[in-house]
């Protein structure tokens, strides 16, 4: 995985999106994913470590490697991880299609919102799967921007979000790879595959949804991709402004705003 294979950037802006985006969704995604005191636990792709957090919390006394390819990523997660006083988390640069680890390593591989920025997805969990001992336990999760459904409905705020999903293909990525997991993971030669949707609904009374993922995580990540949408002219400047005015207007009292974000689990 490439520095440059990451569509959303590494900003300062984006950090904070990533966040929120996982302080949001801790129940949905991650109440189900504990590990044993002791296991050792990979963490394939930490990025700026907005995950590494919720697990560390989650299994405190078990012992997590993330590994990130990107060194600025990494100093950013280790930062955040010591400030919050975790001390079960080891840091390590490396490509996740190269990893310094023997077989056997961990009895748990954890991969969140990573295969969707990888031109061969099936390729990387091939490789990590040596690294799990005999009966060990893979996670992965991703979303998937065709999930993405609206009221009031807007033709415009629909082609913004294409023109992510547009980004990604052409930086090499899949937004829509969330639908794939099952044949992504049992291609890869897991068993015991189970894929469970995790189904995002927002409207006026969920307020904390509202705010933290209609308007933090989601809009703020299509609005992140402005500038190269316009430059590529994937859209004219007047439709793009009334669809990302569209997706705010989902969050107002009589919006609705829906996401689904797809589970794997299975065993080596």
């Given at each position: 995985?490439?520095?440059?294979?990451?569509?959303?950037?590494?900003s300062e802006r984006e950090s904070e999106?990533?966040?929120?985006?996982?302080?949001?969704?801790?129940?949905?995604?991650?109440?189900?994913?504990?590990?044993?005191?002791?296991?050792?636990?990979?963490?394939?792709?930490?990025?700026?470590?907005?995950?590494?957090?919720?697990?560390?919390?989650?299994?405190?006394?078990?012992?997590?490697t993330s590994v990130d390819i990107s060194?600025?990523?990494?100093?950013?997660?280790?930062?955040?991880?010591?400030?919050?006083?975790?001390?079960?988390?080891?840091?390590?640069?490396?490509?996740?299609?190269?990893?310094?680890?023997?077989?056997?390593?961990?009895?748990?591989?954890?991969?969140?919102?990573?295969?969707?920025?990888?031109?061969?997805?099936?390729?990387?969990?091939?490789?990590?799967?040596?690294?799990?001992?005999?009966?060990?336990?893979?996670?992965?999760?991703?979303?998937?921007?065709?999930?993405?459904?609206?009221?009031?409905?807007?033709?415009?705020?629909?082609?913004?979000?294409?023109?992510?999903?547009?980004?990604?293909?052409?930086?090499?990525?899949?937004?829509?790879?969330?639908?794939?997991?099952?044949?992504?993971?049992?291609?890869?030669?897991?068993?015991?595959?189970?894929?469970?949707?995790?189904?995002?609904?927002?409207?006026?009374?969920?307020?904390?949804?509202?705010e933290g993922f209609t308007k933090l995580?989601?809009?703020?990540?299509?609005?992140?991709?402005?500038?190269?949408?316009?430059?590529?002219?994937?859209?004219?400047?007047?439709?793009?402004?009334?669809?990302?005015?569209?997706?705010?207007?989902?969050?107002?009292?009589?919006?609705?705003?829906?996401?689904?974000?797809?589970?794997?689990?299975?065993?080596?």
């Amino acid at each position: 995985m490439a520095d440059n294979s990451y569509v959303h950037g590494y900003s300062e802006r984006e950090s904070e999106r990533l966040s929120d985006q996982a302080q949001t969704l801790t129940t949905l995604l991650h109440d189900d994913t504990r590990y044993p005191p002791g296991s050792r636990v990979l963490e394939a792709g930490c990025g700026i470590g907005a995950q590494t957090l919720i697990l560390a919390r989650n299994s405190p006394d078990a012992l997590i490697t993330s590994v990130d390819i990107s060194a600025e990523s990494l100093k950013r997660a280790e930062e955040m991880i010591r400030k919050d006083g975790i001390r079960n988390v080891t840091f390590r640069q490396g490509d996740i299609f190269r990893l310094p680890f023997e077989k056997g390593s961990f009895d748990h591989i954890f991969v969140c919102f990573v295969l969707e920025h990888l031109a061969e997805p099936r390729r990387a969990l091939e490789q990590l799967r040596p690294l799990l001992k005999d009966d060990g336990t893979l996670t992965v999760i991703e979303g998937d921007h065709g999930s993405t459904f609206f009221h009031p409905e807007n033709k415009d705020a629909h082609r913004a979000v294409q023109c992510l999903v547009d980004l990604q293909q052409k930086m090499g990525g899949n937004a829509l790879i969330g639908r794939q997991l099952y044949p992504l993971v049992t291609g890869a030669g897991y068993a015991d595959v189970q894929v469970s949707p995790r189904m995002v609904y927002v409207d006026a009374s969920r307020s904390a949804l509202v705010e933290g993922f209609t308007k933090l995580t989601f809009t703020a990540m299509v609005e992140g991709v402005r500038k190269d949408v316009l430059e590529q002219g994937l859209m004219e400047r007047d439709a793009w402004e009334r669809g990302i005015r569209a997706l705010h207007r989902t969050a107002e009292p009589d919006g609705v705003f829906c996401y689904t974000f797809f589970k794997a689990t299975a065993r080596k």
